[in-house]
């Protein structure tokens, strides 16, 4: 399993960024792509998921309405467009798989990718 984050950078509060991930070495269409993130000092926290096409994407709370993910299952590709962003979204961005909550409430994934850096500064 391969997944390659790439888009990251720095914004202005209230800028946008778009996140691409590229997934190999599973096949792609049948499963729930994610996008968590996590900030210096902090846990993972789960950003958005979504199925296929068809379904609704699920985000956190924290950016509902703000961000979108979306797919493209013939590219093995996940978006996340990313507006309005502010200094509390400053985090590493993972695009991942198989995402779920231990017994201690923290976020586990079995595969993520690299992570791609964005920080919202002025």
């Known amino acids: 399993v391969q997944l390659v984050e790439s888009g990251g950078g720095w914004v202005q509060p209230g800028g946008s960024l778009r996140l691409s991930c590229v997934a190999s070495?599973?096949?792609?269409?049948?499963?729930?792509m994610n996008w968590v993130r996590q900030a210096p000092g902090k846990g993972l926290e789960w950003v958005s998921s979504?199925?296929?096409?068809?379904?609704?994407?699920n985000y956190g709370r924290s950016v509902q309405g703000r961000f979108t993910q979306s797919r493209d299952n013939a590219k093995n590709t996940v978006i996340l467009q990313m507006n309005n962003l502010q200094p509390e979204d400053t985090a590493v961005y993972y695009c991942?798989?198989?995402?779920?909550?231990?017994?201690?409430?923290?976020?586990?994934?079995?595969?993520r990718g690299q992570g791609t850096q964005v920080t919202v500064s002025s």
């Open positions: 991942a798989r198989e995402c779920t909550y231990n017994s201690g409430y923290q976020l586990t994934c079995t595969n």
């Open positions: 070495g599973f096949t792609f269409s049948n499963e729930v």
């Open positions: 979504i199925l296929t096409t068809d379904e609704p994407t």
